[in-house]
């Protein structure tokens, strides 16, 4: 039977280097990825915040310059038509001058009145000249306005353009290496739950080879029978012996995975559904099996096992794992979960 014992206590040294080793390695490899992963997303979402900022002020630019177009498009109309109506009064005025000046030369009554109308017309004449022409060199003036801002539009309309198109391009690389984030996360998760099974596996070698201790999925159960007795929340002898050798691989485990690692290990107190009595110490089942939880992870810290790295929880009857109301689904039921996970 020594011999026995000696022999498994060789087969845990022989492996559990190796193995913490691994489990190291993996978990600094997820931790590199995440950190690459969360700069890229925010050095990516300032730069789309930056162009998106752009793309607002370029739009606001280009409605700026539509309204200003289109106030220079109705001056230009309004010039436009007071230089029609300037140009049908010279008309009219060059009419009514030549038909004075063949009146006058015609030698017909009233030369000198004639004389005096076509001096007044030539003067109104000239004058309505003036006007014309600074009216079309208005109109001219206004056509080069409306020509630059056409040519300022046209600028602002491709830059925006490109900004959207800058824009797409990031958005394209975003997902792009988010895909292969999260390819490479979903490699490195599969490898972690390998890990994790084999860990488990070795910590039952390591604390029992009893039916009552088995793992569930990623979690280390212990039936409360083993740890407790009925009704009551303070450890037995058999569950103090069994939680020394707990507390004796997890020290281990805490000197070995880096102190940047962010790991904890969880205690959590499960109950079956029969009602506690009112005359007993706790009320209800989330009491004992809040408090049972507790007494697990107390009894850890005073072997050794740092504080920050545990934690306890409580459930109640309300997270089953066997169906049903017999003895045995109870029996299942009534159980201490140990999970190794992040905070």
């Not at 001056?75 to 006058?104: C, F, I, N, V, Y």
């Not at 000198?112 to 076509?118: L, M, N, R």
């Amino acid at each position: 039977m020594a011999l026995a014992r000696n022999r498994r206590t060789q087969r845990t040294i022989d492996f559990w280097p190796g193995f913490v080793d691994a489990l190291s390695t993996l978990l600094l490899s997820i931790m590199f990825l995440l950190t690459v992963f969360v700069l890229a997303q925010y050095i990516l979402s300032r730069e789309i915040s930056g162009k998106d900022e752009v793309l607002t002020r370029l739009n606001n630019q280009i409605n700026e310059l539509t309204q200003a177009l289109a106030m220079e498009k109705n001056g230009k109309q309004d010039m436009e038509d007071a230089l029609a109506a300037l140009q049908s009064s010279l008309s009219a005025s060059e009419t009514e001058r030549s038909r004075l000046q063949q009146l006058l030369d015609s030698g017909n009554g009233g030369a000198a009145s004639a004389q005096a109308k076509i001096g007044e017309l030539s003067d109104s004449l000239i004058t309505e000249k003036k006007i014309s022409a600074r009216a079309m060199s208005q109109v001219e003036l206004l056509n080069q306005q409306i020509a630059a801002l056409r040519s300022q539009i046209a600028a602002v309309e491709q830059a925006l353009q490109a900004a959207e198109a800058k824009d797409q391009a990031s958005r394209t690389k975003i997902a792009d290496l988010g895909h292969r984030l999260n390819v490479a996360l979903a490699q490195r998760v599969q490898e972690l739950n390998r890990y994790r099974s084999d860990f488990f596996g070795r910590l039952r070698e390591i604390l029992s080879d009893r039916e009552n201790i088995r793992i569930v999925g990623d979690r280390f159960v212990f039936q409360s029978e083993v740890l407790f007795s009925s009704g009551a929340n303070e450890l037995n002898p058999q569950g103090q012996a069994e939680m020394v050798k707990l507390a004796d691989a997890v020290k281990q485990l805490a000197k070995e995975i880096p102190p940047e690692i962010n790991w904890v290990l969880r205690v959590d107190g499960h109950t079956d559904n029969v009602p506690l009595s009112g005359t007993g110490k706790f009320a209800d089942n989330w009491e004992l099996s809040s408090a049972r939880a507790t007494s697990v992870v107390k009894f850890l810290i005073a072997q050794g096992v740092p504080a920050d790295r545990l934690a306890a929880a409580g459930f109640g009857e309300f997270q089953p794992i066997a169906p049903g109301d017999s003895e045995e689904a109870r029996a299942a039921n009534r159980r201490i979960e140990l999970k190794l996970t992040e905070k």
